[in-house]
């Protein structure tokens, strides 16, 4: 049996920068995962927003994990063929395993990490065990559980998840290439949907290293045969879906595996259970269209270590009456609550067809053009480059442009 005070199963995004938290903190800690590296996997592929960025920040390890990121400084927004605004923004992109890994290098080595499964889970107000498939044990006074989508440990345990919309959105991601030149136009790209009865939100195309990735996200079943057309043609579905992308993009060709994902929004509820706290997709899940899942892994993971998990060890036992100061934290709630009503509004002001949604439709379409036509022309933006020479640019920015966006920010 091996002892510790923390016993964080899963090393994605939420369990990875948990044990480094921890780590840093001085905190007994060990990190359990099948996985020695994360593989390649189809998730978050670029943090972006000062939000977003900053709940990073606060992590302590988001400086140098977003140093290897891609960084794109300017984000132009296109609808019906036009482009409304060139934006700057504060984008770092980067691959979910490059993430992962990233952020596990940030681990200290105090932090012991085993490569297994967790297989079962006993609680208790004292001590936890953990029954690892290498047929070690763990206890622990606390378990993380920060394992994602997967859920026979909490069947184990009982812990009933509430589907709140089934099939929520489908993420598709995908890489383009420019057709008969060697660079795209644009630093980054947003292009909002066409029509309503098309179910897509929008389309984002941005750099990864020399990679000009898309995210194309839509309201759809799974077994909608539209996504049959996309596996088959690509391209043809595409530009048929939003024949004036191209006006922005010029022409382009899609290149390598196409990646679907439909995403399921949750929430699992854990409260009375003692001596375990779930943490990111462990706990609820996110729509992708609205980008906020790395928003609630940070604020629960930040929360977690920098606030609850000190107090919890500095007195004995860790029962569930403490474990609910947790769910309960006013940060992570507005973050939680946050987060579900974008993923519905995103939803109703891309496909609904009421006179309010459609009002709002054309609201933001205004807002768009209004502060795209007000911004001056070749004005800095809050990194110092000039909109006209970061739009010049295809593809990568050099991670020195990753620091200095930090330092002037952070
Ligand atoms: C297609 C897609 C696009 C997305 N896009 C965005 C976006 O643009 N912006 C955004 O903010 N968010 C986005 N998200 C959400 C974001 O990616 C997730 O919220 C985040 O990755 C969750 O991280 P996690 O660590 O909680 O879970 P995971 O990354 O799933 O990690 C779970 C870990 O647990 C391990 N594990 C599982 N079972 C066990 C076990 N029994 N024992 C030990 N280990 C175990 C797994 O191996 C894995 O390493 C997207 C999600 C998807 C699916």
């Not at 504060?90 to 085993?114: G, M, T």
């Not at 509430?162 to 057709?179: E, R």
């Not at 043809?236 to 922005?248: F, G």
């Amino acid at each position: 049996m091996r002892y510790t005070d923390i016993a964080i199963i899963g090393g994605g995004l939420s369990g990875s920068t948990a044990a480094a938290m921890l780590g840093r903190a001085g905190i007994s800690a060990v990190l359990i995962d099948p996985h020695e590296s994360y593989p390649a996997d189809f998730r978050v592929e670029k943090l972006s927003g000062h939000t977003q960025v900053d709940r990073f920040l606060r992590t302590g390890i988001g400086e140098s994990v977003l140093r290897r990121a891609t960084f794109a400084g300017e984000n132009w927004i296109a609808r019906f063929g036009h482009l409304l605004d060139k934006a700057p923004s504060r984008q770092f992109n980067i691959l979910y395993d490059s993430l992962v890994n990233a952020v596990r290098d940030e681990i200290p080595a105090s932090v012991e990490r085993i490569w297994a499964k967790a297989v079962s889970l006993e609680t208790s107000s004292e001590r936890q065990k953990v029954v690892l498939s290498n047929g070690e044990t763990l206890s622990a006074r606390l378990v993380v559980l920060a394992n994602g989508l997967n859920v026979g440990l909490r069947h184990q345990l009982g812990i009933t998840r509430k589907i709140v919309s089934a099939c929520h959105s489908i993420s598709i991601g995908f890489d383009v290439v420019p057709a008969g030149r060697n660079a795209f136009g644009f630093p980054a790209l947003t292009y909002f949907s066409e029509r309503p009865s098309d179910r897509i939100p929008y389309i984002t195309l941005f750099p990864v290293g020399t990679r000009m990735r898309a995210n194309l996200f839509v309201y759809r079943g799974f077994d909608d045969p539209w996504l049959h057309d996309l596996r088959r043609a690509p391209a043809e579905t595409l530009n048929a879906a939003l024949p004036r992308l191209k006006r922005i993009t010029g022409a382009f060709d899609i290149s390598g595996e196409l990646k679907i994902r439909p995403v399921d929004l949750y929430v699992n509820d854990a409260g009375g259970l003692h001596g375990l706290a779930l943490v990111g997709d462990a706990f609820s899940t996110s729509c992708p269209v609205a980008g906020t899942g790395c928003d609630k892994v940070f604020t629960d993971v930040e929360r977690l270590c920098n606030v609850y998990i000190p107090q919890w060890l500095a007195s004995d036992g860790m029962d569930a009456a403490k474990i609910a100061g947790f769910y309960a934290d006013p940060v992570k709630r507005d973050c939680d609550e946050w987060s579900a009503a974008k993923a519905f509004d995103f939803r109703s002001v891309s496909i609904a067809t009421s006179p309010y949604w459609t009002a709002q439709r054309w609201a933001r379409f205004i807002a768009w053009s209004a502060q795209g036509l007000l911004r001056p022309l070749g004005g800095a933006n809050f990194l110092g480059h000039s909109s006209s020479s970061s739009s010049s640019s295809s593809s990568s920015r050099s991670s020195s442009s990753s620091s200095s966006s930090l330092s002037s920010s952070a």
